[in-house]
Antibody
Framework: QVQLVQSGPEVKKPGASVKVSCKAS????????IHWVRQAPGQGLEWMGW????????HYAQTFQGRVTMTRDTSVSTLHMQLSSLRSGDTALYYC????????????????WGQGTPVTVSS | ERVMTQSPATLSVSPGERATLSCRAS??????LAWYQQKPGQAPRLLIY???TRATGIPARFSGGGSGTEYTLTISSLQSEDFAIYYC?????????FGQGTKLEIK
């Protein structure tokens, strides 16, 4: 079945960077965009951006421009999201989620989601 | 940015009854709306996309409707497993945005 499996919890100090991984399986890796969404403790959902696993093309939400980098490794069907200059407000659960592409068009409803990677930023 | 506003923040309903959740967009989003269910400790699960199309495996008691800026999610006969937080999300325009969520609790 279609599955996204993410890397484990991270604890970082303010100013550091974190890299979260997301391994895709059960479908053609290059066929659908992958999005990243985060959820601060007890809060709602915030979209961070997407990557096209086929071309590596990305689009980031303005909130994260200059701090986020999304990459992919097609040889192992894995996506990565790196967030730099971490601050306490970046403490959150980070999800990867698959969008949907068909007939040359792509849509940003998300299914499935990875299990989430907790990132804690604390001195 | 499209601001998504969900109401109510909390909805108390008895099992077997009907629940209707609302989502309003700050601008028309042309039915590019999805609904998700999130239970504690779990990732969100897609219920509805295109405002009214049920995702694979989603029971028929879940239905979506609306157009323009006003959308609804209706659960026709609440089961115990339906008590959760529900989010709407627009994918009409970058940045994609979510509502703040409606918590559906047992009355």
């Amino acid at each position: 079945q279609v599955q996204l499996v993410q890397s484990g919890p991270e604890v970082k100090k303010p100013g550091a960077s974190v890299k979260v991984s997301c391994k895709a399986s059960g479908y053609s890796f290059i066929d659908h965009y992958i999005h990243w969404v985060r959820q601060a403790p007890g809060q709602g959902l915030e979209w961070m951006g997407w990557i096209d696993p086929d071309t590596g093309r990305t689009h980031y939400a303005q909130t994260f421009q200059g701090r986020v980098t999304m990459t992919r490794d097609t040889s192992v069907s894995t996506l990565h999201m790196q967030l730099s200059s971490l601050r306490s407000g970046d403490t959150a659960l980070y999800y990867c989620a698959r969008g949907f592409c068909a007939d040359g068009r792509c849509y940003a409803w998300f299914d499935p989601w990875g299990q989430g990677t907790p990132v804690t930023v604390s001195s | 940015e499209r601001v998504m506003t969900q109401s109510p923040a909390t909805l108390s309903v008895s099992p077997g009854e009907r629940a209707t959740l609302s989502c309003r967009a700050s601008h028309s989003i042309s039915n590019k709306l999805a609904w998700y269910q999130q239970k504690p400790g779990q990732a969100p699960r897609l219920l509805i996309y295109g405002a009214s199309t049920r995702a694979t495996g989603i029971p028929a008691r879940f239905s979506g409707g609306g157009s323009g800026t006003e959308y609804t999610l209706t659960i026709s006969s609440l089961q115990s497993e339906d008590f959760a937080i529900y989010y709407c999300q627009q994918y009409d325009n970058w940045p994609y945005t979510f509502g703040q969520g409606t918590k559906l609790e047992i009355k």
